[in-house]
C-alpha cells in the first residue's frame, strides 16, 4: 500500500494553470501584433494580463513545491534522527475528497538536549493512519533551527497492523 498525500494532484493543477497562463499570453500578444483596431485591443490586453497572473500564480506554486522537496531531501541528509512514536492522528479540518479527509500523524520524540518530550505532526496523507498509532518512526530535526523537521512515514508503507490483535489490515480507503 502507498501512502497518499495531496500534493501530486496539485502540482498536476498547477502545471495546467501555468500552461493556461503561458498560451493565454502568447495567444494575446499574438494579435496584438497583427492589425487590430484601437478599441478591440482592450480585450486582448485584459487577455494578457489575466494569462500573465495565471502563469505567475502557477510559478509561486512550482517554487514553494521545489523549495519543500529541497528542504525535506536536506533534513533526510543531513538532519539529527530521532525515533519517535505515533500517538494519535488529526484529520484536516476543510481538505476532502469524496468525504474522506486527510489526516496527519502526531508523534512524540524524546529530545535528548533538554530531556523533554517534544511533539510534532507529519503532513497529511490520505490514508488511515489511525491504524499506525504506537508505531515508531523516524523523525529528522534541522541542526541549525530545531523547530524545522520532517516525520518520515515511509518505513510504515506496507505495515499497517492493528496493534492489539497484530493482524494485517486493509485500508479500504485506496
Known amino acids: 500500500m502507498k501512502l497518499k498525500n495531496e500534493k501530486g494532484s496539485s ?20 494579435l496584438l501584433s497583427g492589425d487590430v483596431p484601437e478599441k478591440s485591443r482592450i480585450p486582448f490586453i485584459v487577455w494578457a494580463v489575466m494569462g500573465g497572473v495565471f502563469a505567475i500564480i502557477a ?4 517554487v514553494t513545491f521545489l523549495k519543500q522537496k529541497l528542504d525535506k531531501e536536506r533534513l533526510l541528509s543531513g538532519g539529527i534522527l530521532y525515533k519517535g512514536t505515533i500517538i494519535s492522528t488529526e484529520e484536516h479540518p476543510t481538505a476532502h475528497i469524496n468525504h474522506v479527509r486527510p489526516q496527519a500523524a502526531i508523534c512524540q520524540y ?4 533538554t530531556g523533554g518530550l517534544k511533539t510534532v505532526k507529519s503532513e497529511y496523507f490520505y490514508n488511515n493512519l489511525t491504524l499506525c498509532v504506537g508505531r515508531e518512526v523516524d523523525i529528522y530535526i534541522d541542526r541549525s533551527n530545531f523547530e ?5 512515514m515511509s518505513k510504515l508503507v506496507n505495515s499497517y497492523t492493528d496493534n492489539e490483535s497484530q493482524t494485517k489490515v486493509h485500508d479500504f480507503r485506496n
Open 11 to 30: 502540482l498536476v493543477g498547477t502545471t495546467i494553470f501555468f500552461i493556461v497562463g503561458v498560451v493565454s499570453v502568447v495567444a494575446a500578444t499574438s
Open 110 to 113: 524524546s529530545d535528548n538536549i
Open 148 to 152: 524545522k523537521y520532517y516525520v518520515d
Open 59 to 62: 510559478l509561486i506554486g512550482y
